[in-house]
């Protein structure tokens, strides 16, 4: 859901999708179009998953250098290089708001580099060519972007989560007229997202708001807590936590006079579908419909251990390594269930994580992505309030008191949330809660993301053009607009 695939078979959830070298987009750095740089480029490949990287590389007049680096596939410009160091066949950067340096070797005529990206406690192999025309750079093409002006109204907005004391900021995209309109907040996955959900240089909440408010839909979409303007933490909020933000959202809906806030419903994709049924169940009268891209049927240890399975034996995984990875997890599950005290938690995982690395080959580690300083972030990680939340929630007993009507939406090729486990999950508890107006689809061809797709792989977000299918668009308005 949105922490995507971190390194290839990870302890912990890929549940959607975040980014992978930038886990949190810092402010781009200004770059004169006018300076002569030095461009190289290179791709960096983590967990199947390959991302190409620019380095821009200026030198100053008293003869330092200076540079940016694009990561072009996770669509994060200009990220600052706090300093960069080349001495005799030696280049060294580092960049301390993403946690990274690079080390590498120089090749006789200084063309190219040979080296060594570390970041999370992970080194990977990672060289860079000196380009020599702006035609080789890589660029991104994302075709459904739409471009201004817009045929309908854009307003940034500001409201308020009083229960969590924060402000959240976003976009809300009205159509042509005076309204009252129906409308929709949307609700991303996990992880730090901002207002377009962007991930690999995608923006499909962008694309969804577009869609639909030319359809005479309004929509809101806004920041995460802490992401972009937005304040407050995340870091000890859990999914019921995030229910109070999207309520918050529908409220302030609610004031708007262009808004009929008797047709205001909620779209969330991934932890997004978990969240908005329980925002249905808290204010059952002031949502009128709800669609859930994506979303989970099951508790998150069910959906983590299938979603690592798949996408291990999709990524090439032999079936021995998956079961092996497949029992630690169960094994670590077990202690944070167990065990309440983070202290006494953290030094039984550790214990059972290095037992197991200490097992496991050299070839076997790489593979799977370990390492001791991996095991230590990844540990920091299944703590947190948020993961032991989403480990033992199950959506059914909630998704069994809602009352209004639901679309659930699922591409067929998605792996981190599997239509043939989540799916019938989703029917099942809305039947036993006597639900009487909703539909449940799986969509051929599509993955997570909601893109059309060979195989489903997160190795594959980047890569693919399109952003959000448009027969998906096309159900959800047409779903929407019948309500």
Same mark, same amino acid.
């Given at each position: 859901?949105?922490?995507?695939?971190?390194?290839?078979?990870?302890?912990?959830?890929?549940?959607?999708?975040?980014?992978?070298?930038?886990?949190?987009?810092?402010?781009?750095?200004?770059?004169?179009?006018?300076?002569?740089? !030095?461009?190289?480029?290179? =791709?960096?490949?983590?967990? /199947? +998953?390959? &991302?190409?990287?620019? @380095?821009?590389?200026? $030198?100053? %007049?008293?003869?330092?250098?200076?540079?940016?680096?694009?990561?072009?596939?996770?669509?994060?410009?200009?990220?600052?290089?706090?300093?960069?160091?080349?001495?005799?066949?030696?280049?060294?950067?580092?960049?301390?708001?993403?946690?990274?340096?690079?080390?590498?070797?120089?090749?006789?005529?200084?063309?190219?580099?040979?080296?060594?990206?570390?970041?999370?406690?992970?080194?990977?192999?990672?060289?860079?060519?000196?380009?020599?025309?702006?035609?080789?750079?890589?660029?991104?093409?994302?075709?459904?972007?739409?471009?201004?002006?817009?045929?309908?109204?854009? !307003?940034?907005?500001?409201? =308020?989560?009083?229960?969590? /004391? +924060?402000? &959240?900021?976003?976009? @809300?995209?009205?159509? $042509?007229? %005076?309204?009252?309109?129906?409308?929709?907040?949307?609700?991303?996955?996990?992880?730090?997202?901002?207002?377009?959900?962007?991930?690999?240089?995608?923006?499909?909440?962008?694309?969804?708001?577009?869609?639909?408010?030319?359809?005479?839909?309004?929509?809101?979409?806004?920041?995460?807590?802490?992401?972009?303007?937005?304040?407050?933490?995340?870091?000890?909020?859990?999914?019921?936590?995030?229910?109070?933000?999207?309520?918050?959202?529908?409220?302030?809906?609610?004031?708007?006079?262009?808004?009929?806030?008797?047709?205001?419903?909620?779209?969330?994709?991934?932890?997004?579908?978990?969240?908005?049924?329980?925002?249905?169940?808290?204010?059952?009268?002031?949502?009128?419909?709800?669609?859930?891209?994506?979303?989970?049927?099951?508790?998150?240890?069910?959906?983590?251990?299938?979603?690592?399975?798949?996408?291990?034996?999709?990524?090439?995984?032999?079936?021995?390594?998956?079961?092996?990875?497949?029992?630690?997890?169960?094994?670590?599950?077990?202690?944070?269930?167990?065990?309440?005290?983070?202290?006494?938690?953290?030094?039984?995982?550790?214990?059972?994580?290095?037992?197991?690395?200490?097992?496991?080959?050299?070839?076997?580690?790489?593979?799977?992505?370990?390492?001791?300083?991996?095991?230590?972030?990844?540990?920091?990680?299944?703590?947190?309030?948020?993961?032991?939340?989403?480990?033992?929630?199950?959506?059914?007993?909630?998704?069994?008191?809602?009352?209004?009507?639901?679309?659930?939406?699922?591409?067929?090729?998605?792996?981190?949330?599997?239509?043939?486990?989540?799916?019938?999950?989703?029917?099942?508890?809305?039947?036993?809660?006597?639900?009487?107006?909703?539909?449940?689809?799986?969509?051929?061809?599509?993955?997570?993301?909601?893109?059309?797709?060979?195989?489903?792989?997160?190795?594959?977000?980047?890569?693919?053009?399109?952003?959000?299918?448009?027969?998906?668009?096309?159900?959800?308005?047409?779903?929407?607009?019948?309500?």
């Amino acid at each position: 859901m949105h922490d995507a695939t971190k390194w290839l078979v990870v302890l912990i959830a890929v549940v959607l999708v975040g980014l992978l070298i930038v886990t949190k987009k810092p402010e781009p750095v200004k770059v004169s179009r006018q300076t002569p740089q !030095e461009i190289w480029q290179g =791709a960096l490949e983590v967990g /199947g +998953i390959k &991302l190409r990287l620019v @380095l821009k590389i200026t $030198k100053n %007049p008293d003869g330092t250098l200076r540079a940016t680096l694009d990561s072009v596939d996770q669509g994060a410009m200009n990220l600052p290089v706090d300093s960069i160091v080349i001495e005799g066949k030696t280049m060294r950067f580092i960049m301390k708001s993403i946690g990274g340096s690079y080390e590498g070797t120089l090749n006789e005529d200084k063309t190219e580099v040979s080296g060594t990206w570390t970041q999370s406690g992970q080194s990977l192999p990672l060289a860079f060519k000196r380009v020599t025309e702006q035609a080789q750079v890589p660029q991104l093409q994302r075709p459904q972007e739409p471009k201004k002006p817009y045929p309908y109204r854009e !307003e940034d907005v500001v409201f =308020a989560n009083p229960d969590a /004391g +924060i402000t &959240l900021a976003g976009t @809300l995209t009205l159509p $042509k007229g %005076p309204g009252p309109f129906p409308a929709v907040v949307l609700i991303s996955g996990s992880g730090p997202q901002d207002r377009d959900e962007t991930v690999f240089g995608h923006r499909p909440f962008l694309i969804v708001a577009d869609y639909l408010t030319r359809q005479g839909i309004a929509v809101l979409r806004y920041d995460d807590r802490g992401v972009g303007k937005s304040t407050g933490d995340p870091t000890n909020a859990t999914s019921a936590d995030f229910a109070t933000d999207a309520l918050s959202a529908v409220r302030y809906l609610q004031t708007r006079k262009e808004i009929n806030p008797k047709k205001i419903g909620l779209i969330g994709h991934s932890e997004g579908g978990l969240i908005a049924p329980m925002v249905a169940v808290q204010a059952p009268d002031e949502i009128a419909f709800m669609v859930l891209l994506a979303g989970p049927g099951v508790t998150g240890e069910e959906l983590i251990l299938l979603q690592a399975e798949l996408i291990a034996r999709v990524s090439g995984v032999s079936e021995e390594l998956i079961a092996q990875n497949l029992a630690i997890q169960r094994r670590v599950f077990a202690v944070v269930k167990a065990k309440s005290d983070t202290i006494e938690a953290e030094r039984e995982i550790r214990d059972l994580l290095l037992e197991e690395l200490s097992r496991l080959s050299e070839e076997e580690r790489k593979v799977l992505g370990l390492s001791e300083a991996a095991i230590e972030a990844q540990i920091k990680q299944i703590l947190l309030p948020w993961f032991r939340y989403f480990l033992t929630y199950d959506p059914r007993p909630t998704l069994s008191q809602v009352r209004c009507p639901v679309l659930a939406l699922t591409g067929e090729k998605d792996l981190q949330v599997p239509p043939s486990q989540n799916l019938p999950e989703i029917v099942k508890a809305l039947e036993a809660g006597g639900s009487r107006e909703y539909a449940v689809i799986k969509l051929a061809g599509l993955n997570h993301l909601f893109q059309t797709s060979r195989t489903g792989s997160p190795s594959e977000y980047a890569q693919i053009e399109e952003t959000f299918s448009p027969k998906a668009l096309e159900m959800i308005s047409a779903w929407i607009v019948r309500r």
